[in-house]
């Protein structure tokens, strides 16, 4: 409180005391008890305002202690366990939670990560993949300020992410604490096997197999690839103590249409302490044709490049890029993408009015809207020569195929001709446009069906970086990739529209997320919100069936069917309302990726370790940890203060008071006749 609010206060004393003392006993006739209680009521009221017009504040400091944060992180993998090493890491967890010491310098913080990072202080070691990448941003989510020591608790063997050794903040130290016999036991292991997962009949399909071993003398493997008893690549690999890998290249024939699957597996006389780990089974999916598309442009840009490669990671798409005047024949393509389409391609246009190909036009800086006006039916274009950024909006109601959200709001803008773009006919659009944070009311990606002709549109040029944003945000270009397939598959499709169309994989790896998505449409062909979709799903061996209901999203109805085991599955997917149904199978191959190791990544853990300044441990050297954490100045308990300022009387309970005594003065001075 200032020293100027305290003379306010006491000059408010002395001119409440003044006023109440000048009505009730300044010659007055009489003294008596009741003129000194209206006087005193009378007094209260006015000191009350005085304060209130005051509103004296007071200062109160508090001060806080803030211990360090020591994150104490355990693996919670079925490696763990399958190392035999599960009682050994919460032996360890407890060790550090319950050291008084500990806790007496840091705020200890428990988790535990598999697939995920989570706050937790129980284990069960039942994680389908570990991936270490998590922790370094949850630990950075959770620890916004200051340094804070890591304690991992894990096997270093990691299923799944990018590689977590440079992913961790230099700035803060990490000790990793090594689970598992680190002792090297004989072992012959199929690291890694790489396969496409399409392939044409009648043609051959590349597999390339990683082979690793652990041991010390010579060794001669056998390896074979096989379907069933049926054996189609065997050879002879040698290892030695200076040669631990092998690379095998086969070249496989597709031969039978449909879902083939195979198993690489290798072996010797030697006995293994794990031969989970010789065999790896995968599937290939033979396909009768492939998809044939044309990227037209008669200019070189950086978008013909991106979407040639977006395109062919779809191992069932072939890309052309062609000019205008090079192109002999439209009958050997699917699809045309006709990019940024000027006079030139008044041929193209011609011949595919024959031809009825659909197509997918892109325009941008160089396109010649008045000659696509003239060639398309969809838009009428009224563009000036003026260049504009449009960003990108989706549209939550579209629903002529399945397509999850990219992140389309966060890419950055296309860039297109200023003006006018008007619809005409049925458009179904997929993306709008907007300038800044405006809405434009005008597509930015969108689709078009007359009489069996598909066409797509979009309306801006540089969707390469789009590609790029979404390999930075996820690493991968994946997403971008698949949202590029969806619309390829959209155009080089020409079956009837479907009320009921189902997405799922043919086959899955056990382990990984298994999600069948559906989408049923009304008779309008809009899609269906209050549709009831169940599946039931049928072992083919054991005849076991199980039923679940999809679960509706933004624009489709989902079912997660996680944990369910190896084997084949015929199911059926059915609208109840309607009896409409969909049926086919899938396989989940026998395969699970943490019963793949016999030692921890000492490497791995070690490099870590020595990234971020911090040192490796095993399990019997613990203590000397603890002791180095608490031997380490950088790790100091800070003293906080803070100030808060608040009203020396809450202003509603003031009034209360005034309003009371100003209510007791008045049924006083009425009750003796004073009014």
């Known amino acids: 409180m200032t020293q100027t609010t305290f003379l306010l206060i006491v000059f408010s004393l002395v001119i409440s005391g003044g006023l109440s003392f000048f009505q009730y006993y300044y010659k007055a006739k009489s003294k008596s008890n009741l003129n000194l209680l209206l006087a005193f009521l009378r007094f209260l009221s006015l000191f009350g305002f005085f304060l209130l017009l005051i509103n004296p504040m007071i200062s109160r400091n508090t001060f806080e202690i803030i211990k360090p944060t020591l994150s104490i992180v355990v693996d919670n993998s079925a490696s763990i366990k399958d190392l035999n090493a599960d009682e050994k890491a919460i032996e360890i967890y407890k060790a550090f939670s319950s050291n008084k010491e500990l806790q007496e310098k840091f705020q200890i913080q428990s988790s535990r990560f598999d697939s995920d990072f989570q706050l937790s202080n129980t284990f069960n070691f039942k994680g389908t993949q570990t991936n270490l990448d998590v922790i370094p941003k949850a630990l950075k989510n ?30 803060n130290k990490v000790f990793p604490v090594v689970l598992g016999d680190t002792t090297k036991v004989f072992d012959l292991k199929i690291n890694q096997l790489n396969v496409n997962k399409y392939a044409f009949y009648k043609n051959k399909f590349p597999v390339e197999v990683f082979l690793e071993y652990s041991g010390d003398k010579n060794v001669l493997a056998d390896f074979s690839i096989s379907q069933g008893n049926s054996v189609f690549s065997k050879q002879k690999i040698s290892f030695s103590p200076t040669r631990k890998t092998a690379i095998v290249n086969v070249l496989l024939s597709a031969d039978k249409i449909g879902s083939q699957v195979f198993q690489a597996r290798i072996t010797s006389n030697e006995k293994e302490k794990n031969t989970l780990n010789n065999a790896k089974k995968f599937a290939v999916e033979i396909l009768d044709q492939k998809t044939n598309i044309a990227i037209v442009s008669a200019i070189n840009h950086p978008d013909i490049g991106a979407l040639k490669r977006a395109i062919e990671s779809n191992a069932q798409r072939k890309v052309t890029v062609v000019k205008p005047k090079e192109i002999k024949s439209l009958i050997y393509y699917d699809v045309l993408i006709l990019y940024q389409p000027t006079s030139v391609f008044k041929i193209i246009f011609e011949e595919n009015k024959r031809a009825q190909i659909n197509s997918f036009i892109i325009t941008g800086n160089h396109t010649d809207f008045s000659f696509l006006n003239q060639q398309q039916s969809n838009f009428e274009f009224k563009m000036s020569n003026q260049k504009e950024d449009y960003l990108a909006a989706l549209n939550s ?8 959200n990219i992140g389309f709001e966060n890419l950055p803008p296309l860039e297109n001709s200023y003006g006018k773009i008007k619809s005409k006919g049925d458009i179904a659009v997929l993306l709008s446009s907007k300038i800044r944070n405006i809405e434009t009311n005008a597509p930015l990606l969108a689709f078009a069906d007359n009489q069996g002709k598909r ?105 997660n069917l996680d944990g369910l085991e190896a084997g084949e599955y015929n199911f059926k997917v059915e609208e109840l309302n309607t009896k409409t149904t969909y049926s086919s199978h899938i396989e989940i191959l026998d ?28 399990p019997n050297q613990i203590n000397a940890l603890m002791k180095s954490l608490l031997a380490d100045n950088s790790y100091q308990t800070i003293q906080k203060s803070n100030t808060t300022r608040s009203p020396l009387i809450d202003w509603i309970w003031l009034l209360i008071l005034i309003s009371i005594s100003l209510a007791s003065e008045w049924f006083i001075r009425k009750y003796n006749g004073l009014l």
């Open 591 to 618: 395969f699970d990726i943490e019963k793949q190791f016999v030692n921890p990544d000492i490497n791995k853990l070690s490099q870590l370790a020595s990234q971020t300044h911090g040192t490796m441990y095993y």
């Open 142 to 171: 959770l620890n916004k300020n200051g340094a804070y020591p890591t304690v991992l608790i894990t096997d270093g063997n990691q299923t799944s992410g990018n590689d977590y050794v440079f992913g961790f903040d230099l700035g």
């Open 397 to 404: 109601q579209f629903n002529l195929f399945a397509m999850d």
């Open 455 to 559: 066409s797509a549109y979009l309306l801006g040029e540089n969707i390469w970086k789009w590609r790029m944003q979404s390999h930075i945000e996820a690493m991968s270009f994946e997403k971008f990739d698949v949202f590029m397939d969806k619309i390829i598959q959209y155009l080089a499709s020409h079956d009837a529209k479907k009320s009921l169309v189902v997405n799922h994989e043919s086959f899955y790896n056990s382990g990984d997320a298994i999600v069948i998505t559906a989408q049923y449409f009304n008779k309008n062909y809009e899609f269906d919100e209050k549709a009831h979709l169940t599946i039931s799903l049928q072992n083919a061996k054991t005849k076991q069936t199980k039923a679940y209901d999809l679960l509706k999203s933004t624009n489709a109805y989902k079912v």
